[in-house]
């Protein structure tokens, strides 16, 4: 069986897309949604679209998640982009899936730190699983991503900064409260990305991988460099 650059065979690599954007959808829907934390990252910025433009969500996404994918092809290669695109599409089908058949409802009103901490835990996970696939979870962890490895910076420190500043803006429109709760989760997310990213693999200590040259595209596999 033939196996991709990072040493998975590509039944190995799906499984583990797969089963991080399970997680990924079980966590936003039961843990983030049900207990109303909000969202960073593109769908935070989708939000404040709407709220201060009127812009659809479901156009915002496309607008900001196209140029994204078209650099990723450039830099990271056509499987990165399958890969994502596979793990995007399994989200939407997951998440509706639960939406409509899951009756499981996981209350923490009353202990909004523990619903912050299971958000952050499991979103962490799930993210860096399909990171390690060789994909990702959307425009946004590609963007962190490809900039953690221009700048040499952690994916989990340049999560945590992008999500931070879109849910500043969502002030505008979200309660202080769970907006916090939600800094929370995307810090205890961002740690938990880097961990699982890095897991067996060497610290580079120089040297990010996208080249200036639009001709050689890398490959999904993500390394951790050091800060």
């Keep these: 069986m033939r196996k991709q650059d990072s040493g998975m065979s590509l039944p190995l690599r799906l499984a583990v897309i797969l089963s991080g954007t399970l ?22 910025l989708s939000l404040l679209g709407k709220y201060v433009l009127g812009i659809s969500p479901s156009l915002s996404i496309l607008i900001l998640d196209i140029p ?53 835990v499991l979103t ?11 994909g990702a979870s959307g425009g946004d962890d590609i963007l962190s991503l490809l900039i953690s490895e221009w700048k040499g910076i952690k994916v989990g420190t340049v999560f945590i900064l992008m999500d931070v500043i879109v849910l500043a803006l969502s002030l505008f429109y979200m309660p202080l409260r769970e907006t916090l709760y939600t800094v929370m989760a995307v810090v205890v997310a961002g740690y938990v990305i880097t961990f699982t990213t890095s897991l067996g693999r060497p610290k580079l200590a120089k040297a990010p991988k996208i080249q200036p040259a639009l001709g050689k595209p890398q490959d999904g596999t993500v390394m951790n460099n050091a800060m």
Excluded: C
């Design 23 to 44: 997680l990924l959808a079980f966590t936003y829907y039961h843990i983030n949604y049900q207990n109303h934390l909000t969202e960073g990252g593109f769908v935070g």
């Design 68 to 120: 994204v994918l078209l650099i990723a092809i450039i830099f990271k290669g056509k499987s990165f982009v399958v890969n994502t695109f596979i793990s995007v599409v399994a989200f939407t089908v997951f998440y509706g899936l639960m939406e409509r058949y899951s009756g499981w409802v996981i209350d923490l009103q009353d202990n909004l730190p523990l619903a912050a901490l299971l958000s952050g």
């Design 124 to 134: 962490g996970l799930g993210a860096g699983m399909v990171l390690r696939g060789g």
